[in-house]
């Protein structure tokens, strides 16, 4: 594990609790026994929801001393539970704004009226239907999703040459960063705070749980991005570039 000396802030290695010099200042530090997983990871007597909450907490607030913990800590169910519960909490808090919004606009004559009717008349079929559809898509595509963007980020510390922890760890950043979502029940900036914050514990998780750079666990989590809007830009320029050729020889 990978320690702060209290005294002049200089990182050093140790791989067990006990009394150990620092490298940087020669001051004696005493090193703790490492944390075994987050809050969520050891929770045994049932009390979930506060786990949660300080799961939360703790990665917002606290997000290179909660990695540090959660590099301790082994598994694949509970970090993907974590990040179900909060993908369905965000997917409910979603549809109920939308709801909410619709039925504020029926009730001020803001709609159409037939829209409003129509609207109002399969309101419970809608919410029902909501929520079954929410209890199968939003557990798969949360998975899937977590899969695709833990192996993304591994493939790139691959190629950096940075993965010096395996899929697992990496998998456990990128659902454990899903944190932030809870901004979501913010209306209008909720969404970005929530978004720039997912990616800053990102950038952090990889960092610290892999003992790489911040250089390098940023451009693993921003070249696929990069990438994907420069491959974007590339079909867009082909298309543009067909429609005006068409364009051209059309006139002539």
Known sequence: MIYSCPHCNAKFKAEGPGFFVCPSCSQKVKVGAPLAGT????????KWVEAMVSTIKEAITEPVR?????????????????????????FMISAAYQMGFQTI??????????????????????????????????????????LVQAG???????????????????????CYSMAPQVFQIVPLLGGLIAWGWQAVLS???????????????????????????????LIGAAVAGWI???????SL
């Open 203 to 233: 950038i952090i998780g990889i960092k610290v749980v892999h003992e790489t750079s911040y250089g390098k666990s940023t451009v693993a989590v921003f070249l696929p991005m990069i990438l994907c809007c420069g491959f974007i830009a």
């Open 39 to 46: 809050a969520w990871d050891v929770e045994s007597q049932g």
């Open 244 to 250: 005006f050729a068409a364009l051209i020889s059309k």
């Open 105 to 146: 606009a029926s009730s001020l004559d803001l709609a159409d009226p037939a829209e409003s009717l129509a609207f109002l008349s399969v309101y419970p079929i809608s919410a029902g239907a909501l929520v079954m559809f929410a209890a199968f898509a939003v557990p798969t595509g949360t998975t899937i999703g977590l």
């Open 66 to 90: 909660f990695f540090e913990s959660m590099a301790g800590g082994k598994g694949w169910i509970r970090p993907l539970i974590f990040a179900m519960v909060i993908s369905m909490l965000v």
């Open 152 to 174: 993304i980020y591994h493939l790139c510390l691959m190629i950096l040459g940075a993965a010096k922890k395996g899929f697992q760890d990496t998998f456990r950043v990128a």
